[in-house]
């Protein structure tokens, strides 16, 4: 009975002591170990991305799609080949948590294309910023990169100088396509269209909603670049690509076109009404 009666007393005390402990805190007061800041710090740290995985880039992409991206395929009689034509090639990759592509190339009567799928997802290692601010700063450097030419405005001088292809900031005088030339420039393009009347409208001027440029249609920002390259006695080459960003995840998708003829040029509303296509139908594919 003595010692029940000590455990009792005991325990009575070390209740008392913690809550003598506890109550400290409601008057104001704070231990000698506490740290202010520690709350602070918790709160801060930044949330995940949306996505924690990507989807298969190669399957992702219906057949009546890749028909309409790469004509080749419906000419192809044999059926293995077609298949293995659909079904593209994987590119390599060390993590398909992080970073999955698909590429295709198809030879036509008319042109070669090429097709590349290109997916990231964005993970930030560092506390304090997130997956999604870490996605914008690469896309932001995507944009940058691909060098985008000013907006047209609606001035005759703006006009002239987005006359040229891929978004290149030099432009020809004699090339341009607003205001009225003077007579030595008007006989020196004569001259000029005598020489080379095989030339397409496509390779002088490109129309300013042709032109390369931000989108503001497609997943949270996205751009959109269209260069042609050869020129003369080679065949011209047409390069679309369309970067786009949903939460931490960016699609980069890569169209190309070459035609088997000299002095044909891709068409580039064509390749970028296809690659755009593309571009929501993937989107729709992350968005589940």
Not at 106 to 121: G, N, W, Y
Not at 245 to 272: C, F, L, W
């Amino acid at each position: 009975m003595q010692r029940k009666a000590y455990v009792s007393g005991v325990a009575a005390l070390l209740a008392a002591l913690l809550a003598g402990c506890t109550g400290g805190s409601g008057d104001g007061g704070t231990t000698d170990d506490s740290n202010p800041g520690d709350a602070g710090t918790a709160t801060a740290a930044a949330q995940p991305g949306k996505y924690d995985s990507l989807p298969e880039p190669c399957g992702a992409i219906s057949h009546g799609t890749l028909d309409s991206l790469l004509p080749g395929i419906k000419q192809m009689t044999d059926q293995d080949q077609r298949d293995k034509a659909y079904a593209g090639e994987a590119t390599l990759t060390y993590d398909t948590d992080r970073k999955v592509g698909c590429r295709w190339k198809v030879d036509s009567t008319d042109a070669t294309d090429h097709l590349l799928v290109d997916l990231e997802r964005v993970v930030s290692y560092d506390n304090a910023v997130s997956d999604d601010t870490q996605a914008k700063e690469l896309f932001a450097a995507k944009e940058v990169a691909a060098d985008l030419p000013e907006p047209a405005s609606s001035s005759s001088a703006d006009d002239g100088e987005s006359g040229s292809e891929g978004g290149s900031a030099s432009a020809d005088p004699s090339s341009s396509a607003s205001g009225s030339p003077s007579p030595s420039s008007s006989t020196s393009t004569s001259a000029s269209a005598s020489s080379s009347s095989s030339a397409s409208p496509s390779s002088s001027t490109t129309p300013a909603d042709l032109q390369p440029r931000a989108l503001s249609d497609l997943g949270d920002e996205a751009f959109l670049d269209d260069v042609l390259s050869g020129s003369g006695s080679t065949t011209e080459q047409r390069t679309v690509t369309v970067v786009f960003r949903t939460s931490n995840v960016i699609v980069t998708i890569q169209y190309e076109e070459q035609p088997a003829t000299v002095g044909v040029v891709p068409d580039s509303k064509e390749m970028q009404d296809r690659a755009r296509k593309l571009a929501a139908q993937l989107a729709d594919v992350l968005a589940g």
